[in-house]
């Protein structure tokens, strides 16, 4: 097997992107919706999006998508304003995000699957001028005619303003004309940041991420990754469109439609998270299937056990590609190649155009060092949040938290996290936000939570002090789930009389994993 060092993959880059790394920037269409147009003239019948039984062509989504502009605008949608998508998966998430980034102004995208209070939370602070919110499902007969009426509707969605527009403060916090979109994370703080993506930032990624995977005109991607993230809107989304390729758009995971799909449609990829290649395979009972047009697959978002990435590979008959990054980073910092498959589970070689450095490695006996990256697709930063943007973007770098080294062919190896993100089923949980949430209960004296790996995914396992021994984890979720997300809530629960603390009274998280 053929041992690729640097200096070939960016030979071999190079070559499969068909322009040098650096002139990777001025080649790239300006904002997604440019993309849309080029292909919408070049081959306007072509496939370019289905969702919710819907097919739509590229002239179709542009037609579409020029409509719904015209509709944003005459509420009033400008430059640098903020919209709320608060939307599954589908017709009206993309079309939404195309028509405001033809505006340019900035689409919110929000996982409809966050609590209230969660929601509510993001719009106080991304100050938007409405929120978009599913009402019906779209129907083919009103797309059809959607042109003559009103696109919005025919999508089966509502413009909420709710007094939002109004806001005396909304005009105070403008975005730069080239923020495309915004995606919240929680924080370490368990507030909310808004991670301000440009059309660069998107651009550059999917340009980059589409070019490696090799799309073409004849692809047909499938994923159900919520475009609420930026793996699914840049690195699928935006890959998708900046080649020309067709993207299959499901609204919630579902491993038996998935292989179904796999099996009988035209799918040449598929993107998803660990945990979701666990279920895939769970779920495959009949090994002798053949999956006809498939040519490749490709985890992210979360860590990859090696023996699933085994037993993905030998039940498709292909490799299991991985990758790295973070919201922050637009989100692809590096990944491996379909040319150069690996053996292991690192996350392959960081992308063309993208630099890197790992902090303190040369003085660390194993090589080992925060990972910082510097690049065009690095955020612009977070959104009325100046001190925490300083903290991770110092001279252009941005700091990722997590702790990396370089194998001896040069791959990258993420090998923990400074920080203490959880990612669970592939969405962020960070512990502070649920600590805080636990400590609001009345029975909670102290708590602290921490993420424990299983193959493919993590637990979330709180560690509390209570008033009472009687505590149980369906128990304790019924209370978190009125401001936490269904995915936050935990796995376990374990109750101490007094959990680890220094004479500070600051508590050993570190101890917390001997304790399992």
Known sequence: MHVWQPEDIQEADEAI????????????????IAAVEHWAGRNPQASCLSAEGVELSYE???????????????????????????????LGV?????ALNRLGAAAVIVSPRLSDFERQKIANHALPVAIIRAITLPSCDGLRAALATNVL??????????????SPDRDKHPLAEDVAAMIYTTGTTGEPKGVMLTHQNLMFT????????????????LTALPLSHAFGLSAVLCSVLTQGASLELLATFSAAQILVRLRDGAITGFLGVPAMYAQLVSTDTQRDQRYPFLRFLFSGGAPLDPTLKKTVEARFGLPLHNGYGLTESGPTIAQTRLYAPLNDTSVGFVIPGVDYQIMGAATSDAGIGELKVRGPNVMAGYYRNQAQTDQVL???WLATGDLARTNPSGALEIVGRIKELIIKNGFNVYPPEVEAALLKLPEIIQAAVIGQAVPGNERIIAFVQATGSGLDVEGINQQLRSSLAGYKLLDEIRVLDQLPAAPSGKILKHQLPGLL
Do not use: C, H, M, Y
């Open 17 to 32: 992107l068909g322009v040098a790394t650096k002139d990777i920037s001025a080649n790239l269409f300006l904002t997604p």
């Open 153 to 166: 509707t025919a999508l089966g969605l509502g413009w909420f303003d709710e007094g939002l527009a109004a």
């Open 394 to 396: 110092i001279d252009g």
């Open 94 to 98: 993309v079309l939404s995000f195309l």
């Open 60 to 90: 179709q989504v542009l037609r579409l998508t020029r409509a719904l502009a015209a509709e944003f605008n005459a509420l009033g949608i400008g430059v640098g304003d903020r919209v709320v998508l608060e939307l599954e998966n589908g």
């Open 206 to 221: 999917g340009f980059v991420s589409g070019k490696l995977r090799g799309l073409g005109e004849a692809d047909r991607v």
